[in-house]
Structures are given as C-alpha cells and as structure tokens.
Nanobody, 115 residues
Framework: QVQVVESGGGLVQPGGSLRLSCAASGRIFRINTMGWYRQAPGKERELVAGITSGGSTNYADSVKGRFTISRDNAKNTVYLQMNSLKPEDTAVYYC?????????WGQGTQVTVSS
C-alpha cells in the first residue's frame, strides 16, 4: 500500500505565491516520475508539471516561468512553487507518483486565487 499526501493549498490573492508539497510513503520500490495535476470546476484534469528521478522537468505552457517543480528523491517528496498566481490557476491540485506498473494519486488540495 502506498499513500500520497498533498499539503500547502489555500486562498491567495492574484500575484501571490504558494508552495505545495507531496509525500509518498509505504511499499515503494522506485518512484520514477512525480507530478502535479489540477482540475478546475467543469474542466478535465490536466498536467501542470512533472519531474523524473533524474531531475528532468516538463511544464504546461500556461505555468511556464511562474511555477517550479522540485523533488527530494530520498524522501519521495515533490514540491510545486507557484508564483505570480492568477485567478485561472484556481483548481484542485493533485499529486501523482509512478513506478513501473503502478500509479498513485493524492486526495487533492484546493488552491483558490481571488481578491
């Protein structure tokens, strides 16, 4: 059994910053890719940013230059630093962890950008 737990969401004004954290624990062999997805009301879940165990990253075009994903492999933890937040970034943010043959999701954390 593997648990994926996110933290760090909340309410922030436009232009503000938030840092999300996600930790995977349990019967982990080797997590390859960790990533952040988000789902806004009425929309499909979309990839925000991903990072491999080797440190390669990819970002959605809408967050490039504003969000930074990082990872601590020893702790199976991934972070998402979100700067210059916009109202359109409002969504539930989900963490995902993958290892060969498996994919785990967290329960999600709400991020609301509003004045």
């Amino acid at each position: 059994q593997v648990q994926v737990v996110e933290s760090g969401g909340g309410l922030v004004q436009p232009g503000g910053s938030l840092r999300l954290s996600c930790a995977a624990s349990g019967r982990i062999f080797r997590i390859n890719t960790m990533g952040w997805y988000r789902q806004a009301p009425g929309k499909e879940r979309e990839l925000v940013a991903g990072i491999t165990s080797g440190g390669s990253t990819n970002y959605a075009d809408s967050v490039k230059g504003r969000f930074t994903i990082s990872r601590d492999n020893a702790k199976n933890t991934v972070y998402l630093q979100m700067n210059s937040l916009k109202p359109e970034d409002t969504a539930v943010y989900y963490c995902n962890a993958k290892q060969p043959g498996y994919s785990w999701w967290g329960q999600g954390t709400q991020v609301t950008v509003s004045s």
